[in-house]
């Protein structure tokens, strides 16, 4: 199915390392976000875009992480300088439109990130 | 204070029970209210929005009480197929969703 698509699923990592965690969203939808979930926790927000801006990236930790969505449709997750902590499954979704109070997203299967 | 609290559970029940459990919610402001439902290992996925007259969706009822801010999910004749962790999710703004940690259900046969 054209489900959202995430790669890679498992990425194992050294403490410093560089990261780059891909999404293909479900075509046609121009909503992508990026959620991150540590075991036992929800989803915690870190960015939102519409098209290819992102309208907001208040939930990034800090400045090692970046993302970017340059042609409006696949968006990838940069990590630099990796820690421990930033071990979590990261989850994108996509809605066909911009809101959120119809409250369906469509989630990936997520990849999971283990620094080490 | 987070902004979603849900009791973790698990609630362990038997097949055919009735299994009920709620979340709270500390934002006033938050608009629009849903539980999605997550097994393991894999992704959220939306179950059912709640709306403030209470609604059904076959098994399940979500109720909301906007003057306690307190959502509530209530599964009757639980199968097997409903063991998972429910997350509450509110509305933060527009385009920001905030989920809960999530309540786990176990159903034994």
């Known amino acids: 199915g054209a489900g959202v698509s995430q790669t890679p699923s498992n990425k194992v990592t050294e403490k410093g390392k560089y990261v780059e965690l891909r999404c293909d969203p479900i075509s046609g939808h121009t909503a992508l976000y990026w959620y991150r979930q540590s075991l036992g926790q929800g989803p915690e927000f870190l960015i939102y875009f519409q098209g290819t801006g992102a309208a907001d990236d208040s939930g990034l930790p800090n400045d090692r992480f970046f993302a970017v969505r340059p042609e409006g449709s696949v968006s990838t997750l940069k990590i630099q300088r990796t820690e421990r902590g930033d071990s979590a499954v990261y989850l994108c979704a996509s809605s066909p439109r911009a809101g959120v109070n119809t409250g369906e997203l469509f989630f990936g299967e997520g990849s999971r990130l283990t620094v080490l | ?109």
């Open chain 2, 1 to 109: 204070r987070k902004e979603v609290e849900q009791d973790p559970g698990p609630f362990n029940v038997p097949e055919g029970a009735t299994v009920a459990f709620n979340c709270t919610y500390s934002n006033s402001a938050s608009q629009s209210f849903f539980w999605y439902r997550q097994d393991c290992r894999k992704e959220p996925k939306l179950l059912m929005s709640v709306y403030s007259s209470g609604n059904e969706d076959g098994r399940f009822t979500a109720q909301l009480n906007r003057a306690s801010q307190y959502i509530s999910l209530l599964i009757r004749d639980s199968k097997l197929s409903d063991s998972a962790t429910y997350l509450c999710v509110v509305t933060l703004n527009d385009y920001k969703l905030s989920f809960g940690a999530g309540t786990t259900v176990t159903v034994r046969a």
